[in-house]
């Protein structure tokens, strides 16, 4: 598997709109009707696929591999959260990523994602296997 060239400070941004589906009610991590800590991390993870989606090259991917979600203030229905995610390290196959979630100037959340790059069917045809 030839890895691609994936160079630090790459980067990339989502953005999210509160709505009721993704509340901590809804999704079940506590009782508040706010956003929801695991789709913080779900934006987060999706700005690190879009740093590298336009130079992933055919039957490679990346998989997540480890977070660190620090959630720092919530998010009430109907606001905008923007993800920015910025490549900080790469090592060997390993993508080191630092996702800064914002509510307009407001941080609401830090997140620290690691992604692996692997072979997009063998990883498919592993997950079957057994």
Do not use: N
């Not at 993870?45 to 130079?55: D, F, H």
């Not at 919530?74 to 490549?87: D, I, M, S, W």
């Not at 390290?89 to 307009?104: A, K, N, P, S």
């Amino acid at each position: 598997m030839e890895l691609p060239e994936f160079a630090p400070g790459m980067g990339a941004r989502v953005e999210l709109t509160v709505t009721d589906a993704d509340t901590a009610q809804s999704v079940g991590s506590g009782d508040v009707p706010v956003l929801a800590t695991p789709r913080v991390l779900a934006l987060a993870e999706a700005a690190t696929v879009a740093t590298t989606a336009r130079k992933m090259p055919g039957g490679i991917t990346s998989v997540g591999t480890r977070a660190q979600v620090e959630h720092r203030a919530p998010t009430p229905l109907g606001r905008t959260v923007v993800a920015q995610a910025t490549l900080v390290r790469v090592d060997g196959r390993t993508l080191y990523f630092d996702v800064t979630v914002r509510d307009g100037e407001r941080v609401v959340a830090e997140v620290r994602v690691e992604r692996v790059l692997l072979d997009r069917q063998k990883f498919i045809a592993r997950a079957f296997d057994g």
